[in-house]
T-cell receptor, first 115, second 116 residues
Framework: DGGITQSPKYLFRKEGQNVTLSCEQNLNHDAMYWYRQDPGQGLRLIYYSQIVNDFQKGDIAEGYSVSREKKESFPLTVTSAQKNPTAFYLC??????????????FGDGTRLSIL | AQSVTQPDIHITVSEGASLELRCNYSYGATPYLFWYVQSPGQGLQLLLKYFSGDTLVQGIKGFEAEFKRSQSSFNPRKPSVHWSDAAEYFCAVGGTSGGSNYKLTFGKGTLLTVNP
């Protein structure tokens, strides 16, 4: 079945450590997104990518980095510069580029905590 | 700029009662409106969407919504709530932001509790 796979489901980070969250999709979608979810805050956009080898900052990109070397993969690195990384991270993808009004499809998330 | 506001942070209903979820939208000429549902510890699942055409939309889990342009509303309704509907519900508006890229702006969510 097609879908979005996020791994790991739970992740722990030590102080000063970078960690990478994986997001893989086999839906052949062009666009991919990373969101951060905190209780009572809804979803906030970290980064998004419309095509391979191109990505844009979202509303809260500081302390995060991404790459898009393959269409199906969009890993997110939480760097040591992100001082409050504890959150639930959601990856999404969408068919079509540009203004295509297709809905985003979501993975099951990764919960990141600080040790 | 597009924006969404969910006025109800938490709603409690009894099983079998009717339900309407609310969201206030601000959007450009072409509204791309969405509702998603999230169970605890899970990702978001698309509940309803509206782009154009028929203003009455059927979604999953027995929900339906009517787009009312004059009121800027697209509120899901369900005539009889089931215990399995307990979840958090998010509205979102899509559109362009400086160029042809497509982003969603999410509301902060409405948590639905269903009493037996």
């Amino acid at each position: 079945d097609g879908g979005i796979t996020q791994s790991p489901k739970y992740l722990f980070r030590k102080e000063g450590q970078n960690v990478t969250l994986s997001c893989e999709q086999n839906l052949n979608h062009d666009a991919m997104y990373w969101y951060r979810q905190d209780p009572g805050q809804g979803l906030r956009l970290i980064y998004y990518s419309q095509i391979v080898n191109d990505f844009q900052k979202g509303d809260i990109a500081e302390g995060y980095s991404v790459s898009r070397e393959k269409k199906e993969s969009f890993p997110l690195t939480v760097t040591s510069a992100q001082k409050n990384p504890t959150a639930f991270y959601l990856c999404a993808s969408r068919r079509g580029g540009g203004d295509s009004p297709q809905p985003q499809h979501f993975g099951d998330g990764t919960r990141l905590s600080i040790l | 700029a597009q924006s969404v506001t969910q006025p109800d942070i938490h709603i409690t209903v009894s099983e079998g009662a009717s339900l309407e979820l609310r969201c206030n939208y601000s959007y450009g000429a072409t509204p791309y409106l969405f509702w998603y549902v999230q169970s605890p510890g899970q990702g978001l699942q698309l509940l309803l969407k509206y782009f154009s055409g028929d203003t009455l939309v059927q979604g999953i889990k027995g929900f339906e919504a009517e787009f009312k342009r004059s009121q800027s509303s697209f509120n899901p309704r369900k005539p009889s709530v089931h215990w399995s509907d307990a979840a958090e519900y998010f509205c979102a508006v899509g559109g362009t932001s400086g160029g042809s890229n497509y982003k969603l702006t999410f509301g902060k969510g409405t948590l639905l509790t269903v009493n037996p």
